[in-house]
């Protein structure tokens, strides 16, 4: 069974650095793209990046290139996304999820992490 | 970049309507759609995968066509679960959704 677990909710101050992850299960992790979608509060949803887990290959939505960071350890089957110094325009519920390889796209996802950010 | 557009951005119904929801491509995107279902606080759930695929699990009531830049969501008869937010999605590249549509109870 594919599953992706998802890092417990964070509750930070503006300026502050954060850095979420995303493990995955039940399938070979380096080989399916992985996404990071946004999701503000009572808004839809955001892409902000997919990665290639197999070389780093990351793609960033130009809303969000420069400000956050989309990595991957394939030695731990987890995804990460980082910022290095939050906004309170930050504060949003972070999804990831697989895009599987039969065509079929974001079949699989997280349960998504709250992410707060007040001062 | 490829942006998506959805209508109706709200959409009220009763159950046992049939619902039509509609997404448009900026540039040609073949059947590399996808549609969502979202309650709140949950994770979207994928309904149609290549813009008419139903993805396992789903019942039949849910139907998906179009290709290049024109598709559509069917519901054939709403039913109460069915009440929610839904998400076209286009996943070649790189993924973009629409701004999505309520479904609400009339």
């Known amino acids: 069974e594919v599953q992706l677990v998802q890092s417990g909710a964070e509750a930070k101050k503006p300026g502050e650095s954060l850095k979420i992850s995303c493990q995955a299960s039940?399938?070979?992790?380096?080989?399916?793209?992985i996404g990071w979608v946004r999701q503000m509060p009572g808004k839809g949803l955001e892409c902000m990046g997919i990665?290639?887990?197999?070389?780093?290959?990351?793609r960033y939505s130009p809303s969000f290139q420069g400000h956050v960071t989309i990595s991957a350890d394939k030695s731990i089957n987890t995804a990460y996304l980082q910022w290095s110094s939050l906004k309170a325009s930050d504060a949003a519920i972070y999804y990831c999820?697989?895009?599987?390889?039969?065509?079929?796209?974001?079949?699989?996802w997280g349960q998504g992490t709250l992410v707060t950010v007040s001062s | 970049d490829i942006q998506m557009t959805q209508s109706p951005s709200t959409l009220s119904a009763s159950v046992g309507d049939r619902v039509t929801i509609t997404c448009r491509a900026s540039?040609?995107?073949?059947?590399?759609l996808a549609w969502f279902q979202q309650k709140p606080g949950k994770a979207p759930r994928l309904l149609i995968y290549?813009?008419?695929t139903l993805e396992t699990g789903v019942p039949s009531r849910f139907s998906g066509s179009g290709s290049g830049t024109d598709f559509t969501l069917t519901i054939t008869s709403l039913q109460p679960d069915d009440f929610a937010t839904y998400y076209c999605?286009?996943?070649?590249?790189?993924?973009?959704f629409g701004q999505g549509t309520k479904v609400e109870i009339k």
């Open positions: 999820a697989r895009q599987r390889g039969d065509g079929a796209g974001p079949g699989d």
């Open positions: 039940g399938y070979n992790f380096s080989t399916y793209w």
């Open positions: 990665i290639y887990p197999d070389d780093s290959e990351t």
């Open positions: 540039q040609n995107i073949r059947t590399w």
């Open positions: 290549k813009a008419s």
């Open positions: 999605q286009k996943y070649n590249n790189f993924w973009t």
